[in-house]
């Protein structure tokens, strides 16, 4: 194992994201010790039954005193009220992190609270199950997963450096894009799949035709892939969808566009147009599996009735 590369770590909102980093900081040794703090004195209960983190604290200014790395593993709309309630409390030349799922506001929000003492190198580990909390966590989940830097210009780059080190131990392989760009790409591979996945479970669910125990009975015919997707935690999807209004609203416009297209070579019977376009999005499947984010195995590597 090699040496730690922070002496403490503070781990703000030791959720499904937050649990998983100090499990895994733990396991790779990447950290001499880790403080965490929650707002909820049942989740501090739970991470201190856990004992994934040295030592739970009530606040999270009582979290960074001290500490060398803050991460800051909050849902996106209260990152900025953190960053307010930890800034008089942080050690000079510390690195402040976070994971939100949306860069431009975290650097707007979070950013001005800031000192100028601090460095602070926003994070967002493209990495996550639809369960939330920290039982969910584990140590292997950011393992061959991408964790995307978006240091602020004129970040101090040994920071950006420490910080791409750190996430590299953790198994995760690490991009550096602006905020913006960041924002553009997971409008795409993941703000917008979730939210045709949320409106088709909701139009399911509200059809008068079709009642809802048959949904339910013949989900295997491909119903049952969007409702994994469409339990994903609220909160978390609310904030993700306010603070990235711009970037969902273009790949949305653009999403509907191909939809009335398919439309109308549905409508129109134009079999060459379908299957054109299906023919496309099928090497796009195949280019995930290729760049090993997903398995090649029947029905998503599913078991059928027996474990193995
Ligand atoms: P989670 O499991 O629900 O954990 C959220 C944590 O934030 C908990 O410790 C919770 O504290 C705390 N929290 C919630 N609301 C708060 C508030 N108003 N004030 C202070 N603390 C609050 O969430 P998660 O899935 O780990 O997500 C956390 C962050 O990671 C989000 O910013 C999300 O965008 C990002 N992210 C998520 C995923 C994913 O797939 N889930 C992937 C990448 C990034 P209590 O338990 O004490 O209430």
Redesign the pocket.
């Known amino acids: 194992m090699t040496a730690p590369l922070f002496d403490t770590l503070a781990i ?8 998983s980093i100090a499990r895994a900081a733990r396991a790779q040794g990447a950290v001499r010790s880790i403080v965490a703090s ?3 004195p ?3 209960k739970i991470i201190a039954k856990l004992g994934i983190a040295d030592k739970v604290v009530e606040t999270s200014a009582q979290a960074v005193e001290g500490a060398d790395l803050v991460i800051v ?7 900025g ?2 960053a307010k309630e930890i800034a008089p409390h942080l050690k000079a030349g510390a690195i402040v992190s ?5 860069k431009g506001v975290i650097v707007r929000d979070m950013g001005p609270h800031l000192p100028d003492n601090v460095h602070f190198v926003p994070a ?7 369960h ?3 039982e ?1 966590g584990f140590a292997e989940l950011f393992e061959n997963r991408w964790c995307i830097l978006t240091p602020p210009e004129g970040t101090d780059a040994e920071s950006v450096d420490r910080l791409a080190a750190f996430w590299s131990l953790l198994g995760a392989n690490v991009e550096i894009m602006t905020p913006d760009h960041h924002d553009l790409v997971l409008a795409v591979t993941s703000h917008l799949p979730h939210l045709i996945a949320y409106t088709i479970v909701g139009t399911a669910d509200e059809l008068e035709t079709v009642t809802r125990s048959e949904v339910l009975k013949f989900s295997a015919g491909g119903f049952r892939d969007f409702t994994r997707i469409a339990t ?2 609220p ?2 999807w609310r ?2 969808f306010l603070a990235n209004k711009e970037a969902v609203l273009e790949m949305l416009g653009r999403f509907n566009e191909d939809v009335a297209a398919l439309t109308k070579a549905i409508r129109r019977g134009d079999g060459e147009a379908l299957s054109e376009h299906f023919t496309r999005t099928r090497a796009i499947r195949r280019g995930i599996i290729d760049a090993g984010q997903d398995t090649a195995d029947a029905d998503f590597g599913r078991s059928h009735g027996h474990e193995d």
């Open positions: 703000i909102g030791p959720g499904l994201i937050g649990s929650s707002r909820s049942e989740t501090r593993c909050v849902p996106v709309g209260v990152c009220t953190v976070d994971v939100g799922s949306v967002h580990p493209v990495a996550g199950t639809e939330s909390g920290p969910a994903s935690d909160t978390m904030d993700i």
